[in-house]
Each structure stands twice: as C-alpha cells, then as structure tokens.
C-alpha cells in the first residue's frame, strides 16, 4: 500500500466553470479574496512589532558564519535608507536600479524604495557579468533612467557600472563591497525624519513597487509594472492556497534571483508577509553552485522548499547518498514547490520515494501557472497525488477566460494581481490585452476532466509555438519538448524542435555537460565538443530516441531525427532567457544549418 501525504493544510480548490455561448469558458474559484494590506511595507511594521526579535533575513559572511537580521533591525534600518534616498530628491520617474545577486544589502534597499513609494528595478546580473554586448543592460537601463543604481560588489561589475555611468553622469553609484561607488554602509547613517512617515503614509495601492523585466524570449525585455496592490494581492492569493504559511511562519532557504517573479516576489514577498525567514542560498543549479546549496541545507530546515525542475534533479543524488542531509531537509517540509519547466516524472516519484523513507509519509509536491505579468501566480495544484503538468486551479479572486485558438484553449486572466501595462511601452501594452481586457498569455491549457472542472487545468503547451507538418498535422511544442527532455534526463538538458512544412519532427538537442562526462566516465580535462560526440554518448542518444518512439502514436509525436548542439545557447543573440529557457525561434534561426542537416 503506497504511503499517505503529510496532512498539510491547504485552500479550498471548489470552482465555477461557465461557458458562453461563443465557446469561451470563464473558470473562477469560488472562494472570496480576502482583506489585503494596501502597501507591503505594512507587513514589515507589523512583524517589527509582533516578533521584532525573529529573523527575517539572514546570508553567509564571507568566513562562512549566518549574518542574520530581525524583523526590527530591518525596519530601522529601512527607515534610515529611505532618508538617505528621500535626500536624493527622487521623483516617482527616477527609478533605482539593482545589478546585483540577491544579498542583505540588495533586500534593504529594495524595501526602503517600497516603502516611500520610489520605483525599483532588479535587472538581471548575467545582463552586465554574462553578455559580451551589454544589450540588454543598456535597453533596461535606458528604459528605467536610473537616478541610483546599486551592484554588491563594485569591482566585479565594473564594467556595467561603467556604461551606467556613461549613460547616466548623474546618477549615484551605490556598492557594497569593493569599487569606487558610495559605500553602502554610509546610507545607514542617515537619521530618520517625520519625511519618511509622510513618504510612507502617501504610497497607495496604485504606486509602482518596483519594474520586472521579462526575461526576453520574445526579444528585448519588456519591463512589466508592478504596483503595490499587485504584489500584496498575489501574497494574499497565495496565502490563501497554503493557509499554512500564515498558520506557522515559514522558514525559507532560496537562491531564486529576485530579478525573477518566482523568486523576488512569490518567495521573497511570502516570508515577509508571513513573519517567515528566508535565508539567502549563494548556491544555484549548476555543478559548481550545487555543493553551496548542499551546505546550506545541511543547517537550514526549510517548511517549504522552491526551486526549478533542474535543482531537485541535483538535489536528489545528494539526498539519496546523505542520511543527515535527508532528515534535516524532510522533518520540517511542508511541501515542495517547483515552477519555470516540467518536473520530471522520474525525479518526481524519487523525493516521493525519499520523503517516505525518511518520514514515513509522502510531501505535497506542487505547481502552478503563472508569469511576471500576472504576479506571478495565477492558478495552483495545491492537493497531493497531482503529476507533472498538472496546474491546478485559479486563486481567489482570479477570473481565468479561456478561449479556443485553432484546436487549442488559450488561457488569460483578469485579477487586482495583474498588471496594468508595461514601463514606457504604451504598443507591447495594447498588444498584451484582448477587447474585454483579459492578459493574453499565449498558454495552452485543457481540462483534465470536462465534467469536473475542480480537477483543474493541465498544461497544453504554448499558442505560437506550435507548428504543422507538411502532412497538416499539427505539433504540440511544449508537450513534445517537456516527454522528450523527461525521457532524456538528465544527459538532455533541453530541446528545440524543428519541422515547419516538413514531413517529421526534427530535434537539436542541448546536453547537459556533467551527466555526459559522468555517462562517458570522462575527466573535465576533455573538451566539451570531445565529450558530446564521444561513442557512448551517441549510443546513448540513439538508444534514447528509439525508445521513446516506440510510443509514439503519430508523426506529431514522434522525433524522427536529431543532431546535437555542440555549442551552448548564446544569452547576447537571444537563444537563452538569463533564466534558461530557451527561445525556440531565435535558436531555429541562428542554428539553421543545424535544421538544413536534419532533413537532408
């Protein structure tokens, strides 16, 4: 008999399903949104005075030590900066703007910039530390026409900091370690005055919190608006799916960049607005960052625990080898959390696996659908026994329409926690909404069952996307590319797919370097094209492909050839988002003698 899960206390998941008479469906929860604050900052004052002692944020020092602070700390702290910055005689068109990695320092200036109501902006550091040609960085900081900007570590970013300069001779250059900017240290001098009560009392509902840019998979990034009432009303949204997040303060230990949605405003904005910790994982997905994060959970027992598809695929060796890291990572779970990609099967069942193992009982592992325009969260799985795909249903106050597109159901979304319009793009904000005022988002979604809506939606790919055969077959992108990297995994990392007018599905596939070498049993010395053209590799990526047609019950879901991609994707021509995703377009078209070799 298969293990019962934790009894976790989750949201009602009840829904109202109407269908007009043109077709479109209208999905609604049933649940009423509750009361929420009218700017976040509000929260901050209120666990000052509840729990002024707990701590909200902590990171490791450089000697490794936690440097921790308490929700009281944080508000005087916040309460000095946003003197300082009231002294800058900032207007709500002066924007700040962030280079840098998630930090203490990144966090307070952030808040203090909510706080008095002066709009900021995370960008995202491969921007200014990856790019060659700092085209983005330029775009978005030409966009935010920034009158402060901040970056950790001012000798690491140097070289944005200077084309900020060069672009803006009068903004103030504020840094924390290193570098010839302001010292951060100097902001926390500044005395407080009754300006900043003032400041504070003036913020509504409508000021903008902060500007999120895209993360251009579509081109340039567009910078998405964020006002106060968007963000405290998905933190009330989300409350609500995971009431056991109000119940307990969380406590989380993330290292999802807040230059994101997933991990500036959903994991960041939950341990504020529920009293939580968040300790700051250094660590990320990758070979080298993964030992980081290893080292931080053997300390932090996280109650819930967030992160893409790709680290629990490296998390899980790790909990499988450690017993301690195990127990401390499970005795306190609540449930696990992932977003940006599908969760493998494979490794799904597997922290299943561990989990019962190690507490005897199954962890809810959870989904959702969202993105940076509606908040992020627009609809979650929040129920146990739910599978990859599986997105649930919409959160309180959401009004979900999905209308037909061809053979597809497009979903979009009108809520208080979607935005009003893109910074200083009137075009990209016309185009971004239909004649009723719905956010398009070009998802597809379908029913699981029909006849019972409160089941939820299941993801159906992505509008654009999909493409037809020669044969007038229709391909379902997103299907095809989440089986194939499933079935592939972990040596394939991701997948483009081509065959526009063609007979067959081709496929360029992109590997995952360590799980090559592992697979070859090669040493790093060995160059990486070495590596993924190596005997078994090929072996292994023929084998691979045979077996998954062997279910295959079509030409649309059946991968007739394929060829590797001894290059990885290019984030400065746009074939890879700072977040990984690929850009399926951009890679078909810069890759062309790729797909020419796939039907000759």
């Known amino acids: 008999m298969q293990a019962g899960y934790k009894n976790i206390s989750f949201g009602p998941t009840r829904t109202h399903k109407i269908v007009r008479q043109d077709g479109i469906i209208h999905f609604r929860l049933q649940q009423n949104l509750e009361a929420i604050p009218e700017k976040l900052t509000q929260k901050l004052i209120e666990w000052a005075e509840k729990t002024p002692d707990k701590t909200f944020l902590a990171r490791r020092g450089k000697t ?48 203090a910039a909510l706080h008095i109501g002066i709009p900021y902006s995370p960008v995202s550091p491969p921007y200014s530390l990856i790019s060659q040609d700092f085209g983005k960085l330029k775009h978005c900081l030409e966009l935010m026409t920034p009158k402060v900007i901040f970056a950790q570590n001012g000798s690491q970013y140097q070289k944005a900091l200077e084309l900020a300069k060069n672009l803006f001779p ?75 997040m109000s119940e307990n303060p969380p406590v989380f230990i993330d290292w999802l960049p807040w230059n994101h949605t997933f991990g500036g405003n959903h994991n960041f904005g939950l341990a504020l607005y529920n009293g939580g910790t968040l300790y700051i994982d250094d660590g990320k997905p990758t070979p080298q960052g993964i030992e980081t994060t290893i080292q931080n959970l053997r300390e932090i027992s996280p109650t819930a625990y967030f992160n893409v598809p790709k680290g629990f695929e490296m998390l899980v060796p790790y909990l499988e080898k450690e017993t301690d890291l195990r127990l401390n990572f499970f005795k306190n779970l609540n449930m696990l959390f992932y977003a940006g990609a599908s969760l493998a099967q494979p490794v799904w069942n597997r922290l299943e696996e561990l989990a019962v193992e190690t507490i005897g009982e199954r962890i809810p592992i959870i989904t959702g659908l969202g993105c940076t325009e509606s908040g992020p969260s627009a609809m979650f799985a929040n129920w146990g026994g739910a599978f990859s795909g599986l997105l649930g249903v919409p959160v309180a106050g959401m009004d979900v329409k999905i209308v037909p597109d061809g053979d597809k159901l497009e979903v979009r979304y009108k809520a208080p926690n979607v935005m009003r319009g893109y910074w200083r793009n009137e075009e990209a904000t016309l185009k971004a909404f239909d004649e009723e005022g719905y956010y398009k988002t070009g998802d597809a979604v379908k029913f699981l069952d029909e006849n019972h809506p409160d089941k939820g939606l299941v993801f159906d790919g992505r509008i654009a996307e999909d493409f037809k055969l020669s044969t007038g077959t ?64 090929s072996e292994y990526l023929y084998d691979f492909l045979k077996r998954f047609n062997q279910s295959a019950t079509g030409s649309a879901n059946r991968v007739e050839k394929f060829i590797v991609a001894l290059d990885p994707p290019s984030i400065d021509l746009g074939e890879i988002t700072d977040k990984g995703s690929l850009n399926q377009r951009i890679v078909l078209k810069h890759r062309a003698h790729l797909v020419e070799q796939l039907y000759q």
């Open 474 to 537: 229709w391909v379902n992108v997103g299907v095809l590319k989440a089986k194939l990297i499933s079935a592939g995994s972990p040596v394939v990392q991701d997948v483009v797919l081509a065959g526009l007018d063609k007979e067959y599905v081709g496929a360029i596939l992109f590997l995952n370097a360590e799980a090559c070498r592992k697979l070859a049993g090669l040493s790093a010395e060995i160059q990486i094209q070495e590596v993924f053209q190596h005997e078994i590799i």
């Open 64 to 111: 490794g030590e936690w440097k921790k602070l308490s929700y009281s700390e944080t508000l005087s702290t916040v309460q000095s900066i946003a003197q300082y910055l009231l002294n800058l005689n900032l207007t709500n068109e002066e924007s700040i703007v962030i280079l840098s990695e998630n930090s203490l320092e990144n966090a307070l200036l952030a808040l």
């Open 170 to 244: 009068s903004a103030e250059i504020i840094t924390a370690e290193e570098g010839n900017g302001i010292d951060f240290a100097h902001l926390l001098q500044t005395e407080p005055t009754a300006e900043v009560e003032s400041a504070f009392a003036r913020v509504s509902g409508d000021t903008i919190a902060k500007v999120l840019f895209t993360s251009g998979s579509t081109g340039l990034p567009k910078g998405v608006i964020n006002t106060q009432q968007m963000w405290c009303t998905n933190l009330q949204q989300i409350t609500q799916v995971f009431p056991f």
